[in-house]
């Protein structure tokens, strides 16, 4: 999960960093883009974070470089590094986030503020 607030050429940079030291001390089987997505919760007071994915095959050695490289790598908001079965289906990228709109006069009347109350 990278900081959207970094400029994207920053973004891009990290991203071909990662991917050149995955494909140098392993193979990359996968990557995917999910683009700038709303987080279930706010890190570093940040609600949004561009959202990448490499799904790669590699050595212990490069679980350390990767770790390593992204504990102190400027814009990275969090990342996680786990083991996936490697006959496990790629995931598709999640659904579009629903845009939430403000309530309109309608939702007020079915939660009883409406403009009409018998209280």
Known sequence: MLDPQVEEAAREKLVS???SAIEANGSLKHEDNWGIREMAYEID???????????????????????????????????????????????????????????TGDDDERRGRGRYRDE
């Open 45 to 103: 007071r940040k609600s949004e974070a561009d959202y990448r994915l490499f799904r790669f095959d590699g050595e212990r050695e490069l679980l350390g470089t990767l770790d390593h490289s992204l504990k102190i790598a400027d814009g990275v908001l969090r990342f996680r590094i786990f083991r996936v079965d490697p006959d496990a289906p790629v995931l598709p990228a999640p659904p579009a986030t629903a845009v939430v709109m403000a309530p």
């Open 17 to 19: 960093e990662t991917k």
